[in-house]
Nanobody, 113 residues
Framework: VQLVESGGGSVQPGGSLTLSCAGS????????LSWYRQAPGKEREWVGL????????NYSDSVKGRFTISRDNAKNMMYLQMNNLKPEDTAVYYC???????WGRGTQVTVAS
């Protein structure tokens, strides 16, 4: 089982960024997937969850209305579209299979002027 995040980088406040999570080694379309993030000096925070079929998505209050989670089961990919980014969104972003407990290695997002 492997999860690989990509797409991180530096962006100015108000900007946008899209992260990707590539899954392999498991039946991708059978599992819900989550995004988490961890800011420097803080605990890892849940960002959102997308169900296996993509028909139900939940978000934390801190990102609701700004972030959008999607998935393409044909490509074994999950995405996190982040709009109107704020400095407090700066963190390492991880994808996770909640029911299996597997984590990716993360991708850094930095929001600064």
């Amino acid at each position: 089982v492997q999860l690989v995040e990509s797409g991180g980088g530096s962006v100015q406040p108000g900007g946008s960024l899209t992260l990707s999570c590539a899954g392999s080694g498991f039946n991708f379309d059978e599992f819900g997937l989550s995004w988490y993030r961890q800011a420097p000096g803080k605990e890892r925070e849940w960002v959102g969850l997308i169900y296996s079929t993509g028909d139900q998505i939940n978000y934390s209050d801190s990102v609701k209305g700004r972030f959008t989670i999607s998935r393409d089961n044909a490509k074994n990919m999950m995405y996190l579209q982040m709009n109107n980014l704020k400095p407090e969104d700066t963190a390492v972003y991880y994808c996770r299979i909640p029911t299996l407990g597997n984590w990716g290695r993360g991708t850094q997002v930095t929001v600064a002027s």
